[in-house]
């Protein structure tokens, strides 16, 4: 397991932080924002991260991907969070590229991932049911009919739903609601007839949707893996997420508190710099060493995706770990940034209150702090 860059990882990581700095600011995502724009990303800085090869970076060679392995995706996902940029990166290339990887058949993987890479298919994976996450409390059905099966049910924070051009749906195909046994996944066309998506303005300006199922008719092949039995397979693909989003969030945190110190060394209170005054200090040290803490954690994380000597329950661990961390230090250094700023902190001028509001969306997804330190304690035998 590595904590820290090799000479490629870096030069990757130095590379997607120029180009983010320079092609998508805070700015943009303000802009997307005040414009209410119908997909929520802009297409053209989409198009230019493609060319880049950003989707292809965990999807092996033989599926027309880079095979650069998580640690690659990791630190493009860092940088993007430095900015906040908005784009299909999180909900098509790093849940949904890894739902077909885990749980599809070679077919699958064939014709799908090719077009993940290309960019000419966006997903969005459909789990959770309640405010809360809880991916084996599924109420959502999927009932054999002929050759194939007839989903009814909703489904809610499903990201950039509302732009996807298949949802990757967890339904029940057995079994009762909170049970581990009877979940699949299905490939379901966005357009086809009984899907209703109603798209969600999220706080930090990023994209989700309410999804319903009103009796849609799927084909047998559009099942991915063993019928009830993707439980195992949906985890770890939602653990791939934790781990990407949490880099993300590690991104975010860091540039807000590079923000705050930057702040601490201009303003000046009663003729002196308040980067002086001892209480500020202290607060800027703790956020320090928790981003740090969140470094290892983050690193050591996506480490273990790419190590082939890991079992899934030991990723697991690290991934609730990480999640955990991350969506606590996230909360505290937003909650710090805005607080020293003081005034103008509050003001929507400016681009601190967006790392706020991002940090609460990004602790939700997925898992709060909460449901992460449970799930360490029960993957320990507590």
């Not at 298919?121 to 054999?144: F, G, M, Q």
């Not at 109603?198 to 319903?212: C, L, P, Y």
């Not at 849609?216 to 653990?239: K, M, T, W």
């Not at 969506?327 to 250094?333: F, Q, R």
Request: a negative charge; one cysteine or more.
């Amino acid at each position: 397991m590595s904590f820290v860059l090799n000479e490629d990882q870096q030069l990757l990581k130095d590379s997607a932080k120029s180009f983010v700095d320079q092609n998508a600011p805070v700015s943009v995502l303000r802009g997307l924002r005040d414009s209410k724009d119908g997909r929520g990303y802009d297409q053209a800085l989409w198009q230019q991260m493609l060319e880049l090869g950003w989707a292809g970076m965990a999807i092996p060679e033989a599926y027309g991907g880079f095979d650069f392995g998580y640690q690659g995706l990791g630190v493009v996902l860092e940088e993007t969070g430095r900015t906040l940029l908005s784009s299909p990166l999180i909900a098509s290339v790093l849940l949904g590229g890894s739902a077909i990887t885990v749980l599809g058949s070679e077919a699958q993987k064939s014709s799908l991932l090719p077009q993940i890479v290309a960019g000419e298919l966006l997903l969005a994976l459909a789990v959770d049911e309640k405010v809360n996450h809880c991916p084996n409390r599924i109420s959502t059905t999927a009932e054999k009919k002929g050759d194939g099966y007839v989903i009814n049910g909703s489904k809610t924070f499903v990201l950039d739903g509302h732009i996807a051009n298949k949802l990757l749906v967890v339904a029940r195909t057995s079994g009762a609601t909170d049970d581990n046994d009877g979940l699949s996944v299905f490939l379901v066309d966005a357009d086809v007839e009984g899907v209703s998506i109603a798209r969600s303005w999220m706080v930090d300006s990023r994209n989700s949707a309410k999804i319903t199922f009103n009796n849609v008719s799927v084909d047998a092949d559009s099942l991915l893996g063993e019928e009830g039995n993707a439980f195992a397979g949906l985890n770890r693909v939602l653990d791939i997420g934790r781990i990407g989003v949490a880099a993300e969030m590690l991104g975010s945190m860091q540039q807000a508190f590079d923000m705050t110190l930057d702040y601490l060394k201009q303003r000046e209170q009663f003729g002196v710099l308040i980067g002086s005054f001892q209480g500020l200090q202290h607060r800027a040290a703790e956020m320090y060493s928790e981003i740090e803490l969140c470094k290892s954690a983050v690193r050591g994380a996506l480490s273990a995706l790419d190590d082939g000597d890991k079992t899934d329950e030991e990723v697991a661990i690290l991934a609730s770990i990480a999640k955990a961390k991350l969506s606590e230090v996230a909360t505290l250094v937003s909650n710090e940034a805005v607080q020293m700023h003081g005034g103008i902190g509050m003001t929507d001028e400016y681009d601190i209150g967006f790392y706020m509001k991002r940090a609460r969306v990004a602790s939700a997804f997925l898992g709060d702090a909460l449901f992460h330190r449970d799930r360490y304690a029960t993957l320990s035998g507590f």
